[in-house]
T-cell receptor, first 114, second 116 residues
Framework: AQRVTQPEKLLSVFKGAPVELKCNYSYSGSPELFWYVQYSRQRLQLLLRHISRESIKGFTADLNKGETSFHLKKPFAQEEDSAMYYCALSGPRGRGGSNYKLTFGKGTLLTVNP | NAGVTQTPKFRVLKTGQSMTLLCAQDMNHEYMYWYRQDPGMGLRLIHYSVGEGTTAKGEVPDGYNVSRLKKQNFLLGLESAAPSQTSVYFC???????????????FGSGTRLTVV
């Protein structure tokens, strides 16, 4: 069974400090990993996909298959980064809806204090 | 350029009442999903659809039914609402095939449902 674990429900940092939101996963095979962000009372938005190796809003995430982790990092947090962050996993590419069902972690609420 | 639209945005139901939540997408996506979001539980998949006329159960399907009569619409029904179904419901869609496979989901803005 696939599972995503975000060990921290809450994370509070000061503006300008580095931030790391942890995500560990369990999956037999090669999953696709994502980070979604949800600002206060808004819809979820895709932040990062591991496959694209991109940096969005200063955030990066590296897939570590050995540690089965996909931690989200930013060197200097900003107040506007305060939001709920969800790590999510799906099966690898291929036909069929089951490979595209996203399994979400329970989320980490990040608060960046001034 | 609407993306995924959910109606209604808010609703209060009495226990035992029924209602239907509508999700509409204009991106020609094959796959559509219904999730519920609860504090401390993250998002849990209720039902999903891989194409017009198809539906399948997700992680927490009990008490809900769905239909996908048209490709662009995915309806979520509560036949007899219970207080345990108080939640925020999110609809999402994603491409089925093609080079946009891994662009993730597009989410609607959510429906906040309270069952009293």
């Amino acid at each position: 069974a696939q599972r995503v674990t975000q060990p921290e429900k809450l994370l509070s940092v000061f503006k300008g400090a580095p931030v790391e939101l942890k995500c560990n996963y369990s999956y037999s095979g090669s999953p696709e990993l994502f980070w979604y962000v949800q600002y206060s009372r808004q819809r979820l938005q895709l932040l990062l996909r591991h496959i694209s190796r991109e940096s969005i809003k200063g955030f990066t995430a590296d897939l570590n298959k050995g540690e089965t982790s996909f931690h989200l990092k930013k060197p200097f947090a900003q107040e506007e980064d305060s939001a709920m962050y969800y790590c999510a996993l799906s099966g690898p590419r291929g036909r069929g809806g089951s490979n595209y069902k996203l399994t979400f972690g329970k989320g980490t609420l990040l608060t960046v204090n001034p | 350029n609407a993306g995924v639209t959910q109606t209604p945005k808010f609703r209060v139901l009495k226990t035992g009442q029924s209602m239907t939540l509508l999700c509409a997408q204009d991106m020609n996506h094959e796959y559509m999903y219904w999730y519920r979001q609860d504090p401390g539980m993250g998002l849990r998949l209720i039902h999903y659809s891989v194409g017009e006329g198809t539906t399948a159960k997700g992680e927490v399907p009990d008490g809900y039914n769905v239909s996908r009569l048209k490709k662009q619409n995915f309806l979520l029904g509560l036949e007899s609402a219970a207080p345990s179904q108080t939640s925020v419901y999110f609809c999402a869609s994603s491409p089925g095939t093609g080079r946009f496979l891994n662009y993730g989901y597009t989410f609607g803005s959510g429906t906040r449902l309270t069952v009293v």
